[in-house]
């Protein structure tokens, strides 16, 4: 069974950061663009960071750009989302995925797997 389980979530306060992390398990993602996604209250999901099979490509979302980071370990089929300076308006849950391409993918039907979420909340 495929499954993708995010896990670093949780409360920080405005400025601070947080490290998510994406372990993917039932096949290996080596060969898989990876992606983070987020959902906030009464928003649609909105695309946040993707990267290539080899990490050697990345793109984000204008809003992120330069604050967060997303990287991958193929030899552990785990990709991870650094986040800075992280902003109230940030919270939301936070969403890995999986697309069977091997370039960035920056929407979201283009993605196979997904994984249950993980809350983060940035008080002010």
């Known amino acids: 069974q495929v499954q993708l389980v995010e896990s670093g979530g949780g409360l920080v306060q405005a400025g601070g950061s947080l490290r998510l992390s994406c372990a993917a398990s039932?096949?290996?993602?080596?060969?898989?663009?990876m992606g983070w996604f987020r959902q906030a209250p009464g928003k649609e999901r909105e695309f946040v960071a993707t990267?290539?099979?080899?990490?050697?490509?990345?793109a984000y979302a204008d809003s992120v750009k330069g604050r967060f980071t997303i990287s991958r370990d193929n030899a552990k089929n785990t990709v991870y989302l650094q986040m800075n300076s992280l902003k109230p308006e940030e919270t939301a849950v936070y969403y890995c995925?999986?697309?069977?391409?091997?370039?960035?993918?920056?929407?979201?039907?283009?993605?196979?797997?997904w994984g249950q979420g993980t809350q983060v909340t940035v008080s002010s």
């Open positions: 039932g096949r290996s993602f080596s060969r898989n663009a």
């Open positions: 990267i290539s099979w080899s990490g050697g490509s990345t």
């Open positions: 995925a999986a697309s069977n391409s091997i370039v960035v993918v920056t929407t979201g039907p283009k993605y196979d797997y």
